[in-house]
């Protein structure tokens, strides 16, 4: 940790020179064996990932071998063939489940969240740990009733069964999200506005808007990465029409021979979305894991 | 759950002379997600509890009818409660809950903390190892599950026995070694999975934490030739104080949780060597059909979970105090 600590230096010019050097770097700066060593055990970590997509792209009888040959002509016939055994109604019922429910969460948390900051009510705060303490609610202890209630309304294997599920999974999120966005938006312009005589609509368009549109983004993302990943109740509420994208992934190791660089192709799909909308939304993604409390 | 949060003392000062009327066009806009939230959270946990007094077995013939849900055999009052404490595969998957939670946090804390501490400093391709350091929490659960055992667990061809088998050779011998990591050690096998998943997610909670120290500080430590250790251990690590319980404590309120890795890389065996309490409730629901018992274990994990919650609400409410006292 503290390999480029500057030592008190030594008399020579040269080396009075390199610590100066040092020093300056150090200032938020690391030398060159802090970012090897940290390069190389980044790479070790993302090793799994790089050798899913390497797989992924081997025919079938290159990508089972031993030792592994990382080298072989890469095809892209994988992905050909995930769409030949259908894997498309997956990806729509899950971009069904997962958009619809985060608009949904949008429409009901955007609101709410105005509720509890820009306008608070009384005890808005024990409203926002209400939120936050359904969130600590292990699923699988409402599986049994959601699934009782949901067979009842004849409902299961029904796309919009995993909207609702997923709309209450994620808006404690989205609350607590947009909260800690619109919160700052700094009061004395809310005053102003008021005092130029901008009406409610007027202000949230041209004041609150502009602030809280980065935090809308972060929102929708974050609830769009959950919804997209859930697993327990889709597997469990529905089977043929309605499955989504890992119910797909899981159905399919059951096939006979060889299978892995299909499986590889098949979890690259089903992961890009979730890739690419949380490497779009890094920066916030902290916030909305701590829900709201780390910014 | 509700009579967890804190006193609103804060902001009582702008909401006291309020008419009723005007208080409830202010409540307007977060009916509707407090109504969803009650509506669907809520009232299938009062059906758990309910359920869980149930002798309730769907393969054995009943006439109750369960508010129109169901047909149960007879009242139970606690017994499931009992079975829950002294069956043996319950109280196995209690143990294995708690030791596949406890090291998954444990070690992606330490592994997280190494890396945030790695990526605290600037150096060459910094954002760019910090992306490829989140990605293992964004690929989906269950591909990662899937991943893991084929393509690195899988005895032949797998990538681990793979490299194995590669460096043997490079050393002059026939052939590596043959480990069959999931039948041989199966919990280690899905602690490191999930560890792989958890990483990122730890890292990212303290490295905000390591990012939000005051500049001043450390600069003054540095002006009082505080070493780099000292620096660390005396300042850096008490600020990091929250940062650390809340990653934990929201940790484990999600590993607890885990379903797809258990599902998909061991189904809880071999035997029931890594059923966790979620799987073991899924079994007990859905192959043993046994639901007044599977209710009865769901109400014991939420007890459980409400334990831990307790904490990380502490925890996060000083956290929003000090944001909305700021």
Redesign the interface.
């Known amino acids: 940790m503290t390999t480029v600590v500057d030592q008190p230096s030594t008399a020579t010019p040269t080396n009075q020179r390199r610590a100066r050097r040092r020093r300056t770097r150090e200032i938020g700066g690391a030398g060159p064996w802090w970012a090897l060593g940290t390069w190389i055990v980044t790479l070790i970590f993302f090793a799994p990932v790089a050798w899913m997509v390497l797989t992924s792209v081997h025919r079938e009888a290159d990508a089972a071998t031993n030792p592994p040959s990382p080298f072989a002509p890469i095809t892209f016939s994988n992905y050909g063939d995930l769409f030949d055994r259908g894997v498309r109604p997956y990806l729509i019922n899950s971009a069904t489940a997962s958009i619809v429910s985060t608009l949904l969460v949008l429409l009901l948390a955007v609101p709410a969240a105005y509720a509890l900051s820009i306008k608070p009510v009384e005890k808005w705060t024990d409203v926002m740990f209400f939120f936050l303490s359904t969130k600590f609610l292990p699923p699988i202890a409402a599986l049994l009733p959601i699934y009782l209630i949901v067979k009842d309304a004849g409902m299961l294997d029904n796309v919009f069964t995993l909207v609702i599920l997923y709309t209450s999974m994620n808006l404690p999120i989205a609350v607590w999200m947009m909260r800690s966005f619109l919160a700052e938006v700094p009061i004395e312009v809310l005053e102003a506005a008021q005092v130029d005589g901008a009406g409610l609509i007027r202000t949230l368009v041209s004041i609150v808007t502009p602030i809280a549109t980065p935090g809308l983004a972060a929102t929708s993302l974050i609830c769009f990465i959950f919804s997209w990943n859930e697993f327990m109740f889709a597997v469990n509420l529905t089977a043929v029409r309605a499955a989504t994208a890992p119910i797909f992934l899981v159905g399919f190791i059951s096939s006979q021979g060889l299978f892995l660089a299909k499986l590889c192709a098949a979890a690259t799909l089903v992961s890009l979305p979730v890739l690419i909308a949380g490497f779009a939304a890094q920066d916030k993604l902290v916030r909305g894991l701590s829900l709201g409390a780390v910014k | 759950?509700?009579a967890?949060?804190?006193?609103?003392a804060?902001?009582?000062g702008?909401?006291q002379r309020?008419t009723a009327r005007e208080?409830w066009r202010?409540?307007?806009?977060?009916l509707?997600?407090?109504i969803?939230?009650i509506v669907?959270?809520?009232?299938?946990?009062l059906?758990?509890i309910a359920?869980s007094t149930l002798n309730w077995n769907i393969l054995q013939p009943s006439d109750k009818s369960f508010l129109?849900?169901?047909k149960y055999q007879s009242f139970a009052g606690l017994k499931n409660y009992g079975t829950v404490f002294t069956d043996s595969r319950l109280r196995t998957a209690v143990t294995n809950t708690v030791v596949l939670t406890a090291s998954v946090v444990v070690v992606s804390l330490l592994i997280g903390l190494?890396?945030a501490?790695?990526?605290d400093?600037?150096?060459?391709?910094r954002g760019l190892?910090?992306?490829?350091?989140?990605?293992?929490?964004?690929?989906?659960?269950?591909?990662?599950a899937?991943?893991?055992k084929?393509?690195?667990y899988?005895p032949?061809?797998g990538?681990f026995?793979?490299?194995l088998?590669?460096v043997w050779?490079l050393f002059g011998a026939a052939e590596?070694p043959t480990v069959d990591y999931v039948s041989k050690t199966p919990m280690p096998a899905v602690v490191a999975a999930l560890v792989?998943q958890w990483?990122p997610?730890m890292m990212?909670?303290l490295?905000?934490?390591l990012q939000?120290q005051p500049g001043d500080v450390l600069e003054a430590a540095k002006i009082d030739r505080a070493?780099?250790?000292q620096t660390?251990r005396f300042i850096t690590l008490p600020h990091l104080r929250q940062?650390i319980e809340?990653?934990t404590l929201?940790g484990s309120?999600y590993v607890?949780?885990t379903?797809?890795a258990i599902?998909?890389i061991t189904q809880g065996g071999p035997g029931a060597a890594t059923t966790n309490?979620?799987y073991e409730?899924?079994l007990t629901?859905?192959r043993k059909y046994e639901?007044g018992e599977?209710?009865a274990a769901?109400?014991v994990?939420?007890a459980g979970?409400?334990i831990?919650?307790t904490f990380?609400?502490r925890?996060?409410?000083s956290?929003?105090r000090e944001?909305?006292s700021r």
Do not use: C
Not at chain 2, 4 to 8: F, K, Q
Not at chain 2, 40 to 45: G, L, M, R, S, Y
Not at chain 2, 132 to 139: E, G, R, T, Y
């Open positions: 759950m509700t967890l949060a804190p006193d609103a804060v902001t009582a702008t909401t309020r208080r202010l409540r307007g806009p977060l509707p997600a407090l969803f939230t669907v959270t809520q009232i299938p946990f059906v758990t359920v129109g849900l169901g190494v890396l501490i790695l990526l400093r600037k150096f060459p391709g190892a910090r992306t490829l350091l989140i990605a293992p929490f964004l690929v989906m659960p269950v591909a990662s899937l991943l893991w084929h393509a690195l899988n032949d061809y990538l026995n793979g490299v088998n590669w050779q590596g792989w990483t997610f990212l909670i490295l905000a934490g939000s070493s780099g250790l660390f940062y809340l990653s929201l309120i607890v949780q379903f797809d599902f998909t309490l979620p409730i899924y629901m859905f639901y599977a209710a769901g109400v994990v939420v979970t409400i831990v919650a990380a609400l925890v996060i409410s956290l929003f944001e909305i």
